[in-house]
């Protein structure tokens, strides 16, 4: 029955294959039929001059899409060539070679691909793009011939070139208005060695030689900005022209200012800013359209970019679900996400050039930050002479602070007498912006309702952080509006919270750090918070602290205190 089903697929292959042959097979290889026909001179000329009548005489199986010489005069042949032969001399990789990309390969596929009389099917050519072949066309280019089988593969003819569209990616190299982001992505181009892709020619030294050498593009850049390279995707990408693009560079070069003990301190501070000019511009079309009818249509009420977080995610990634990072509301709308000044067609979607730039850099890199204090890789330490090991709780349904409570958990930070301390980390943060640092506290009525304890928590605040030669620097903070004990002394350094709210204590407003921790595994901004706590303070202050999260907010000058 196996051996009945193979040869009844290999019979109804072959009579659908054989029905498309136009003129039946000729006994030559497909080089030597382009050589001999004097409608494909230039043409040949072109394939001669870059190498590719070899592989068409080899025994690897092609299938050849080839301009007449009405569709490729021969002045076009030799800027082509001449194209080659410059793009050489700058040593410039075969595979990146325009003249080969954009040309010789965008008319010529790997393996047999015949037309039959009805139907379409999608080609790959060898730089990678998909091309509809229909009956009467290749893309929009006309067949003239077609299914003319060689030794080695199939030739067509064709009416008109085929025009070469570059995908996102190269799109963004190949217009003179957006070369500041494109050179700055294509800097960071590697070519990997495929060897299962490969074909192998045999064993030379001990070591194997290939026929053909498979490699494929990486690029460090395609973790932040998806692989926009990617054929069989589509994406949508803002880009600023070049003028934008420096004034962005220009403006966020001073939020990333490494201290000078940085490993690859020079490479952060120039890589840094500049990645927070593309992070957040691109969008693919899984996330942001829908099937309708036979087309996709894109989601007018909000954009997401590929680095945003689903909402079921974003608590995670970004500390709480109303953080939409990364996420625009009305794209369409004028200054919205999709405004610009014109858009770039590609072969995986398109470029939308922006001339004014509204991508709001507080929904991108400079954000707020949430440290959660019950999240134990944020503890820096405890002081261990003064207070007990902390432990966690949580806030129960019951609570009239239920989901008010960031997570619904919180560190207890409780003394062994009547004093406490403990340090967080605080990572993550740009130099040189103003930051609003809270420390929100649980009130005891959220996790006790018999609780008749209301004492509130007096403690100060510390910070370090790097200086630029790399030293750590302290801080002690003081409260803007000063509070008073009961016998009228000021309290110069201590903080008092409010216990029967959840109370967020600003320790810090518009706080510039002189370095950036952006990016850095090792923490170097910690925040130490301890109570101070006097015999004779112990019946109107606690040295307890319920610690909810510790909010880092970019400073806005228009909001007030209040809000």
């Known amino acids: 029955m196996a051996a009945l089903a193979i040869v009844g697929c290999s019979d109804t292959w072959n009579d659908h294959y054989e029905a498309g042959l136009a003129d039946g097979a000729v006994n030559s290889s497909l080089w030597e039929v382009i050589e001999g026909n004097s409608q494909l001179s230039n043409f040949a000329r072109v394939l001669k001059a870059t190498g590719y009548d070899k592989s068409l005489a080899s025994s690897q199986v092609f299938t050849v899409f080839a301009p007449t010489n009405d569709a490729l005069t021969s002045e076009q042949a030799d800027a082509i060539i001449e194209l080659y032969e410059q793009e050489q001399k700058k040593n410039i990789k075969e595979k990146d070679n325009r003249a080969i990309k954009e040309f010789v390969q965008n008319h010529i596929a790997l393996y047999n691909h015949s037309v039959a009389k009805t139907g379409a099917d999608s080609v790959v050519m060898m730089n990678g793009k998909y091309m509809l072949l229909t009956p009467e066309k290749l893309a929009d280019s006309p067949l003239l011939s077609t299914n003319l089988l060689t030794q080695n593969g199939l030739l067509f003819t064709l009416g008109s070139q085929v025009d070469y569209m570059g995908n996102v990616f190269e799109a963004l190299q190949l217009n003179s208005e957006l070369d500041s982001v494109g050179n700055f992505m294509a800097a960071f181009n590697e070519y990997e060695f495929v060897p299962g892709s490969s074909v192998a020619g045999g064993i030379e030294d001990?070591?194997?030689?290939?026929?053909?050498?498979?490699?494929?593009?990486t690029n460090d850049m395609f973790q932040y900005v998806d692989y926009i390279n990617s054929e069989d995707s589509v994406f949508w990408m803002v880009a600023p022209t070049n003028e934008v693009w420096n004034q962005l560079v220009d403006e966020y070069i001073p939020y990333f200012n490494y201290d000078n003990e940085v490993q690859k301190r020079d490479s952060l501070c120039w890589?840094?800013?500049?990645?927070?000019?593309?992070?957040?511009?691109?969008?693919?079309?899984?996330?942001?359209?829908?099937?309708?009818?036979?087309?996709?249509?894109?989601?007018?009420?909000?954009?997401?970019?590929?680095?945003?977080?689903?909402?079921?995610?974003?608590?995670?990634?970004?500390?709480?679900?109303?953080?939409?990072?990364?996420?625009?509301?009305?794209?369409?709308?004028?200054?919205?996400?999709?405004?610009?000044?014109?858009?770039?067609?590609?072969?995986?979607?398109?470029?939308?050039?922006?001339?004014?730039?509204?991508?709001?850099?507080?929904?991108?890199?400079?954000?707020?930050?949430?440290?959660?204090?019950?999240?134990?890789?944020?503890?820096?330490?405890?002081?261990?002479?003064?207070?007990?090991?902390?432990?966690?709780?949580?806030?129960?349904?019951?609570?009239?602070?239920?989901?008010?409570?960031?997570?619904?958990?919180?560190?207890?930070?409780?003394?062994?007498?009547?004093?406490?301390?403990?340090?967080?980390?605080?990572?993550?943060?740009?130099?040189?912006?103003?930051?609003?640092?809270?420390?929100?506290?649980?009130?005891?009525?959220?996790?006790?309702s018999l609780a008749t304890d209301f004492r509130p928590t007096r403690f100060q605040a510390a910070l370090s952080y790097h200086e630029q030669d790399g030293k750590q620097s302290e801080f002690l903070f003081q409260p803007e509006n000063k509070t008073y004990d009961e016998l009228g002394r000021a309290n110069i350094h201590n903080f008092v919270t409010d216990p029967m709210s959840l109370d967020s204590v600003l320790v810090a407003s518009n706080y510039k750090f002189p370095t950036c921790s952006f990016g850095l595994s090792d923490t170097q901004v910690f925040l130490q918070l301890k109570t101070d706590i006097r015999s004779r303070d112990r019946n109107n202050y606690t040295g307890a602290m319920r610690i909810d999260c510790i909010l880092i907010k970019p400073h806005d000058e228009t909001v007030t205190m209040d809000e």
């Open 271 to 448: 890589v840094k800013p500049r990645l927070a000019v593309i992070e957040g511009t691109t969008f693919s079309q899984t996330r942001n359209a829908k099937l309708a009818g036979d087309e996709y249509v894109w989601n007018t009420d909000s954009a997401m970019s590929v680095n945003a977080a689903n909402y079921s995610s974003r608590r995670y990634s970004w500390g709480r679900s109303d953080m939409k990072y990364y996420q625009y509301d009305k794209p369409f709308a004028e200054g919205g996400a999709y405004t610009g000044a014109f858009e770039i067609p590609c072969s995986n979607g398109k470029v939308i050039v922006a001339d004014q730039w509204n991508i709001d850099k507080t929904m991108t890199f400079y954000r707020e930050r949430l440290v959660e204090a019950e999240s134990r890789s944020n503890l820096d330490e405890v002081d261990e002479t003064t207070t007990n090991e902390l432990s966690y709780a949580s806030v129960e349904s019951w609570s009239p602070f239920y989901n008010q409570v960031s997570q619904n958990r919180y560190a207890n930070v409780v003394p062994k007498t009547d004093n406490s301390g403990v340090t967080f980390k605080l990572p993550g943060l740009l130099s040189n912006i103003g930051y609003d640092i809270y420390v929100v506290f649980v009130p005891i009525t959220a996790v006790d």
């Open 206 to 217: 001990g070591k194997t030689w290939y026929l053909d050498s498979v490699t494929v593009l």
